[in-house]
């Protein structure tokens, strides 16, 4: 039996080209046979020029002291260009960064788009349109997104800049539970890039302008609290500090039964 000469295509980001020509060829290491699903957990994309992709972070040594890898350069950003190269989130620079170390360290922090620099070495992290919960359950705005148009097909080894994908499913509008390991901090820093706004305006948002009526000034004046010893009521009594359960879904998570209008994991 001959050996397949094509692999499964999927439904996820590619990049186009008008010339077969320009297609890399399908063959592999394997003998043309479909990768294990065990080593598929992500894909080249393409390949982008570096752009202002790997300039130093931006630190906020107030609000993120010793984080040194949460960059606020595209936070509040604007205009027509996308910020970092459409992968707006971190930036994490160390001696032989690999491609597996930057996929998990971007899946960690809830988001399934990774670029990699070589020269220097950083890693930076974006977030696809799938992944709804990365935008708050809005299309990403342009300036943040990644434009596909300007990725060309070459071999990873030839990329100055290489753009990558995961390669798995998605989980109710995020990627799998089973890869994250943030801490507030991080979802912090991750919606104030996404909205462009500060964590205590997000905060003002979720509470629905009512922070005032909450016990002792709410959550706020407790940061550490937790459990039930946070004072929450009335209106901040969702999980951690995001209020009453804002992140929605309308459709059920896989094995769900889709019995009702939407959804919170």
Request: with cysteine; aromatic share 10%; proline share 10%.
């Amino acid at each position: 039996e001959r050996p397949a000469t094509s692999e499964p295509c999927t439904c996820g980001l590619e990049v186009c080209e008008a010339s077969p020509k320009a297609c890399p060829s399908t063959e592999s290491s394997s003998g043309g046979r479909p990768p294990p699903v065990e080593e598929a957990l992500w894909e080249l994309v393409g390949c982008s020029p570096v752009g202002d992709f790997a300039q130093p972070a931006m630190v906020d040594e107030t609000r993120f002291r010793h984080e040194a890898t949460l960059d606020m350069a595209c936070f509040g950003a604007k205009g027509p260009k996308p910020c970092r190269g459409g992968l707006p989130f971190y930036r994490l620079e160390a001696p032989g960064l690999s491609p597996e170390r930057c996929f998990y360290f971007c899946m960690s922090k809830g988001l399934d788009l990774f670029g990699l620099a070589r020269d220097p070495a950083v890693c930076r992290c974006g977030a696809s349109a799938l992944n709804t919960e990365a935008w708050h359950g809005r299309a990403p705005k342009p300036h943040m997104a990644l434009e596909l148009d300007r990725l060309s097909a070459r071999g990873a080894e030839a990329c100055e800049l290489s753009v990558y994908r995961c390669a798995g499913a998605f989980e109710a509008g995020a990627v799998p539970e089973g890869y994250w390991d943030f801490r507030e901090v991080d979802v912090e820093y991750r919606d104030s890039i996404a909205t462009g706004k500060a964590f205590d305006e997000l905060f003002e948002e979720d509470s629905r302008g009512r922070k005032d009526e909450l016990p002792d000034g709410g959550v706020a004046s407790d940061p550490d609290a937790s459990g039930f010893d946070r004072p929450c009521f009335p209106d901040n009594c969702g999980p951690s500090f995001y209020g009453p359960w804002n992140h929605r879904e309308p459709k059920a998570p896989e094995g769900v039964p889709d019995v009702w209008e939407d959804y919170t994991v």
